[in-house]
Nanobody, 124 residues
Framework: QVQLLESGGGLVQAGGSLRLSCAAS????????MGWFRQAPGKEREFVAA???????????DSVKGRFTISRDNRNNVENTVYLEMTSLKPEDTAVYYC??????????????WGQGTQVTVSS
C-alpha cells in the first residue's frame, strides 16, 4: 500500500504561481511512478503530469506543457515527495488536483493509488 498526502493548493490570481506537494509513504512507495490528475467542476478527471520512479523522465498533458514542472525527491525506499510547480496559471487551471502512484508510466487514464486532493483556484 502507498499513502499519498497532497498540500500546497490555494487561491491565486491569473498569471501567478503555486507549488503542490505530494508526500508518499509506504513500504514500496519509491517503486512507483507518480503524477497528478485534476478535476474541474462538472468535468471528468484529466491527466496533468507524470514522473518515473527515478525522476529521470517526465510527461505532461498538452494543456500544461511549458507551464508546469513535475519533480521528485526520493529520500529513501519508504518516503518520497513529488512536486508540481505551476506557473502562468489560468482560470481554466482551477480544479481539485490529485496526486497518484502507479506501476505504469505514464498513467494517463487511471492509477492504483490516489491522494485526497487539494483545491487550486485561479481568479481572473
Amino acid at each position: 500500500q502507498v499513502q499519498l498526502l497532497e498540500s500546497g493548493g490555494g487561491l491565486v490570481q491569473a498569471g501567478g504561481s503555486l507549488r503542490l506537494s505530494c508526500a508518499a509513504s509506504g513500504r514500496t512507495s519509491s517503486s512507483y511512478a507518480m503524477g497528478w490528475f485534476r478535476q474541474a467542476p462538472g468535468k471528468e478527471r484529466e491527466f496533468v503530469a507524470a514522473i518515473t520512479r527515478s525522476g529521470s523522465s517526465t510527461f505532461y498533458s498538452d494543456s500544461v506543457k511549458g507551464r508546469f514542472t513535475i519533480s521528485r525527491d526520493n529520500r529513501n525506499n519508504v518516503e518520497n515527495t513529488v512536486y508540481l510547480e505551476m506557473t502562468s496559471l489560468k482560470p481554466e487551471d482551477t480544479a481539485v488536483y490529485y496526486c497518484y502512484a502507479d506501476r505504469y508510466f505514464p498513467a494517463v487514464t487511471t492509477a492504483n493509488f490516489w491522494g485526497q486532493g487539494t483545491q487550486v483556484t485561479v481568479s481572473s
